[in-house]
């Protein structure tokens, strides 16, 4: 999972990259306001769709660990502790 996480994060970089560029090239070549704001869209585009599938993916594996995690470590704290339930307050 973490390979694939890692090809998505460098997709992300070339997307932010491209975006960039495609923004500048834009800028002074668009011959109008309607041109300016298409090309400013497809910049954006080429940013934010790889950053949220990069995300989208991590926060997917990190669920899982985090979970993982929280179990072992409450495990771990309770260890040799027999289980008594909580007293109820009234």
């Known amino acids: ?15 932010a990259l491209g975006g ?4 500048l090239g834009v800028t002074f070549s668009a011959n109008g306001a309607p ?5 400013a869209a497809m910049a954006a585009a080429l940013a934010v769709i790889p950053y949220c599938l990069a995300r989208a993916f991590s926060e997917l594996g990190a669920t899982n ?3 993982l995690l929280a179990e ?9 502790k027999p289980e008594t339930p909580e007293p109820q307050t009234p």
Request: hydrophobic letters at 45%.
């Open 1 to 15: 999972m973490k390979p694939m996480r890692n090809i998505l994060w460098i997709l992300t970089l070339l997307g």
């Open 72 to 80: 072992i470590n409450r495990r771990l704290a309770n260890q040799g």
């Open 35 to 39: 041109q300016q704001a298409a090309g």
């Open 20 to 23: 960039g560029l495609t923004l």
């Open 65 to 67: 660990t985090e979970k």
